[in-house]
C-alpha cells in the first residue's frame, strides 16, 4: 500500500529555518512527481512547491520564492523542504503529494501524506 509521510514540522521562530522531509513507501518514488501544499488556519490548502522526476525542474509559489527550497533523493525515496525565514504567515499544516502530471492542481495528485504542522512566532 502506497504512503507518504512527512516529517520535520516544529515551533520556530521569525527568521528561522525548518527542513520537512516527505518519504514514501509503496511505490516507486522516482516515477513520480512531488509536491509540498500547506493549509493554514481557516484557509484551502495550497500549493507551495513542485519537483520533477530528476530534481531538476522546480515550481514554486511566488509567497515562497527565494526562502523555500525542494529537493529529492530518489535512492531513499525522498523529498525534502527547506523553509528559511520563516514568517509567522508560514503557519500551516503541510502536506506532500505525488503525482504523474506537472500541475498545481491539487485534484491531479494521487496521493497524499498526513501532514505535519509547521509554527511559526512573532
Known amino acids: 500500500q502506497a504512503q507518504l509521510v512527512e516529517s520535520g514540522g516544529g515551533l520556530v521562530q521569525t527568521g528561522g529555518s525548518l527542513r520537512l522531509s516527505c518519504a514514501a513507501s509503496g511505490l516507486t518514488f522516482s516515477g513520480f512527481l512531488v509536491g509540498w501544499f500547506r493549509q493554514k488556519p481557516g484557509n484551502e490548502r495550497e500549493f507551495v512547491a513542485l519537483i520533477g522526476w530528476s530534481g531538476v525542474a522546480k515550481d514554486y509559489a511566488d509567497s515562497v520564492k527565494g526562502r523555500f527550497t525542494i529537493s529529492r533523493d530518489n535512492a531513499k525515496n525522498t523529498v525534502d523542504l527547506q523553509m528559511n525565514l520563516l514568517k509567522p504567515d508560514d503557519t500551516a499544516v503541510y502536506y506532500c503529494?505525488?503525482?504523474?502530471?506537472?500541475?498545481?492542481?491539487?485534484?491531479?495528485?494521487?496521493?497524499w501524506g498526513q501532514g505535519t504542522q509547521v509554527t511559526v512566532s512573532s
Open positions: 503529494a505525488a503525482t504523474t502530471v506537472w500541475s498545481r492542481q491539487q485534484a491531479t495528485y494521487n496521493y
